[in-house]
């Protein structure tokens, strides 16, 4: 185990749907980000929060919204996803964005499929 | 752009022998290495790392390897076990910047 937990593992849904992803680290990290991976594409950071404040959205489309309501949780909030929005989404966490350049830790991800 | 990039999309290893995997980048300014592995069902986790003071450094069973002359990081793993088969990630970061850059990834298949 990583420390980082995410649910649901797998999750599918409609174009019209609402849903959320949950990322809970318990390692007294203060960063968190968001990771998109698809298939045969390199991870695409997506968002960056620490100490809550968001410090980093890589030009992400609106039906993707992120939550950080502390420093232990992130949530991220879709609506209105398209099917090339399918792929696993990574959670990951680190010490700290002020501290000298660092390892992260993943969580297993929640793989989405869009229909 | 910059680019993170792996020579080999696929690697098959005897089990037993040495496993290399090379990974290219060109950032120059890039000053921070990280090796990640992800096996099936996995998110990637940590392997080793190595700052752009050093050439090389060590771990159990892995070596990173960092020439910055030509931009070049190998991963070295030794006796290469069935555990090992997974997906290799190279990664970039620069001091400061806190954005790591991941390349595409090179699978590991060790043949028993």
């Known amino acids: 185990e990583t420390g980082v937990t995410q649910t649901p593992r797998h999750l599918v849904m409609g174009m019209t749907n609402k849903k959320s992803l949950k990322c809970e680290q318990h390692?007294?990290?203060?960063?968190m980000y968001w990771y998109k991976q698809s298939a045969k594409k390199p991870l695409e950071l997506m968002f960056v929060y620490n100490f809550k404040e968001q410090t980093e959205n890589n030009s992400v489309p609106s039906r993707f919204s992120p939550e950080c309501p502390n420093s232990s949780h992130l949530f991220l909030h879709l609506h209105t996803l398209q099917p090339e929005d399918s792929a696993l989404y990574l959670c990951a966490s680190s010490q700290d964005l002020r501290l000298q350049a660092e390892k992260l830790f993943f969580g297993s991800g929640t793989q989405l499929s869009v229909l | 752009g910059e680019n993170v990039g792996l020579h080999l999309p696929t690697l098959s290893v005897q089990e037993g022998d040495n496993s290399i995997i090379n990974c290219a980048y060109s950032n120059s300014a890039s000053d921070y290495f990280i090796w990640y592995k992800q096996e099936s069902g996995k998110g990637p986790q940590f392997i080793i790392d190595?700052?752009?003071?050093?050439d090389k450094r060590q771990g159990q069973r892995v070596t990173v390897l960092l020439n910055k002359t030509v931009k070049h990081l190998s991963l070295q793993i030794a006796a290469t076990q069935p555990g090992d088969s997974a997906v290799y990630f190279c990664?970039?970061?620069?001091?400061?910047?806190?954005?790591?850059?991941f390349g595409t990834g090179t699978k590991l298949q060790v043949i028993p």
């Open positions: 390692l007294g990290h203060n960063a």
């Open positions: 190595i700052r752009s003071n050093m």
């Open positions: 990664a970039e970061n620069i001091e400061g910047y806190q954005k790591v850059t």
